[in-house]
C-alpha cells in the first residue's frame, strides 16, 4: 500500500521569505501523480500544484515550485515571497495512475504542514 | 463555473441517529469520491463513484455508503452514528480519467452527541 509521510507538523516563515515543505512517500509503482493541498481555515482544499511522475521536470505555479525526486521518493513543496494568505494546513497527497476495477484512483494524503506566516 | 457544493454545511445529530450527506459535482463532472477529515486519523477515502456505481472503497464500517444519481450528484449516508463520527465530510469531484486534478467542496460538518 502507499503511504505519504510529512515529517513536519509545523512551519513558520517570515513573510517575503521563502520555505520549503517536505514529503515522502512510498510506492511500488512506477507512474502516478503528487499533489500538493493548501486547506485554510475555510476547510476547503485547494489545489497548489501537481506533478506527474513520468515528467522530470519540476512544476512550478507562479510562486510555488516542488522539487521531486522520485528515485528517492521525495516531493518538497517550495512558497517563494511567503505571503500573509499563504497561512494554512498544506496536504500531499499521492494518487495511482493505475485504473483499478474502473476506479479513478483516490488521493492518499500526509498528515499535513501547518505554515505560519509573520508579519 | 459553479464549484462542488456540498449540503448541509453544518449540522449537529445524536447519537444512534443517521445523517445524510449531499454532494453536487462540477458541471460534467462524472467522477465523485468521498472524504472524512479529522484530527486523529487525518484525510481517509470513503468511497469513490462513477457511472452510478461504486468503484472503490476505503477502510470504514458497513455504516458508511453512498449513491449516485444519474446526474452525478452524489449522497452519502451514516448509519447508527456514534461519537467518533463526528468530522468534516469533503466531496471531490473530476473529470473522468486518473490523470484529471481531484476539486474538493467546502465540506460538511457532522458533529455527533
Known amino acids: 500500500a502507499q503511504t505519504v509521510t510529512q515529517s513536519q507538523p509545523e512551519m513558520s516563515v517570515q513573510e517575503a521569505e521563502t520555505v520549503t515543505l517536505s514529503c515522502t512517500y512510498d510506492?511500488?509503482?512506477?507512474?502516478?501523480?503528487l499533489f500538493w493541498y493548501k486547506q485554510p481555515p475555510s476547510r476547503q482544499m485547494i489545489l497548489v500544484i501537481r506533478?506527474?511522475?513520468?515528467?522530470?521536470q519540476n512544476a512550478t505555479e507562479n510562486r510555488f515550485s516542488v522539487n521531486f525526486q522520485k528515485a528517492a521518493k521525495s516531493f518538497s513543496l517550495k512558497i517563494s515571497d511567503s505571503q500573509l494568505g499563504d497561512a494554512a494546513m498544506y496536504f500531499c497527497?499521492?494518487?495511482?495512475?493505475?485504473?483499478?476495477?474502473?476506479?479513478?484512483?483516490?488521493?492518499?494524503f500526509g498528515k499535513g504542514t501547518k505554515l505560519s506566516v509573520k508579519p | 463555473k459553479a464549484g462542488v457544493t456540498q449540503t448541509p454545511r453544518y449540522l449537529i445529530k445524536t447519537r444512534g441517529q443517521q445523517v445524510t450527506l449531499s454532494c453536487s459535482p462540477i458541471?460534467?463532472?462524472?467522477?465523485v469520491s468521498w472524504y472524512q477529515q479529522t484530527p486523529g486519523q487525518g484525510l481517509q477515502f470513503l468511497f469513490e463513484?462513477?457511472?452510478?456505481?461504486?468503484?472503490n472503497k476505503g477502510n470504514f464500517p458497513g455504516r458508511f455508503s453512498g449513491r449516485q444519481f444519474s446526474n452525478s450528484r452524489s449522497e452519502m449516508n451514516v448509519s447508527t452514528l456514534e461519537l467518533g463520527d463526528s468530522a468534516l465530510y469533503l466531496c471531490?469531484?473530476?473529470?473522468?480519467?486518473?490523470?484529471?486534478?481531484?476539486?474538493f467542496g467546502e465540506g460538511s460538518w457532522l458533529t455527533v452527541v
Open positions: 458541471s460534467g463532472h462524472r467522477s
Open positions: 471531490a469531484s473530476s473529470l473522468t480519467g486518473v490523470g484529471n486534478t481531484i476539486y
Open positions: 463513484y462513477f457511472s452510478e456505481t461504486q468503484r
Open positions: 506533478q506527474e511522475a513520468y515528467k522530470q
Open positions: 510506492t511500488s509503482e512506477s507512474d502516478y501523480y
Open positions: 497527497a499521492y494518487r495511482s495512475a493505475q485504473n483499478y476495477g474502473g476506479s479513478q484512483g483516490n488521493l492518499i
